[in-house]
């Protein structure tokens, strides 16, 4: 690699494993909070923090789509996509597929129909590399916080908007009592 290319890919590094990483642990905190009962199901038995955090990632993703370019030409239902278009494939909207997921848009950390392989993390060459990092930061967040301040309470739920690329989120207010 050249030095232009090096120093592309440390930024890539850096912003790939941050923004989406503290993203998801608000969005887990707050939906786990708003869920009072599945909070608490998590504060009672850890072994449910890697559904729980799937389950997070699953109706808010951190990171909404992923980019690709169409190598052909691709006809979809009549409209053509020309070889060389930037495609954003939208798996922000495949996690809510009514087809793939029962009752898709509800918080679920029991459901049986969880991805084997979760499409947050894309797919392919380029699927995420940070994906085990990733989890392993989310799940040891939760089951710190649930095992230590299981009366968290939320006051101010996040906003998370947007539908390509990583996804910006409004600050959260929690507190808790001694
Ligand atoms: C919840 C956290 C994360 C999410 C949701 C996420 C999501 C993604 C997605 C959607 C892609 C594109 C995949 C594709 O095009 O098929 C990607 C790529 C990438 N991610 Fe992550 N990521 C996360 C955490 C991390 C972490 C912690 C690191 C590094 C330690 C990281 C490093 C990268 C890199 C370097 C790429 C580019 C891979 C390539 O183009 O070959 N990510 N990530």
Redesign the pocket.
């Known amino acids: 690699m050249n030095l232009e290319e090096i120093l592309f890919q440390i930024f890539?590094?850096i912003a790939?494993?941050t923004d989406?990483?503290r993203i998801?642990t608000v969005m887990q905190d707050a939906l786990l909070l708003q869920h009072r009962a599945q909070w608490e199901a998590v504060c009672r038995d850890p072994a449910l923090v890697p559904a729980a955090v799937a389950e997070s990632?699953r109706l808010e993703?951190?990171?909404a789509a992923?980019?690709r370019i169409a190598a052909e030409p691709i006809d979809i239902d009549g409209t053509l996509v020309p070889a060389g278009s930037l495609i954003t494939l939208s798996?922000m909207s495949a996690m809510r597929d009514e087809r793939a997921f029962t009752n898709p848009d509800a918080f679920d950390i029991g459901r049986t129909d969880q991805m084997r392989m979760h499409a947050?993390?894309?797919?392919?060459?380029?699927?995420?590399?940070?994906?085990a990092?990733?989890r392993a930061e989310?799940e040891e967040v939760l089951a710190a916080l649930a095992a230590r301040i299981p009366q968290l309470q939320l006051d101010v739920p996040p906003t998370i908007s947007g539908h390509f690329g990583v996804r910006p989120v409004s600050a959260m207010r929690v507190s808790w009592k001694p």
């Open positions: 890539l590094l790939a494993a989406t990483t998801s990632l993703p951190s990171a992923v980019a798996t947050v993390f894309g797919y392919g060459v380029h699927r995420c590399i940070g994906e990092l990733a989310l």
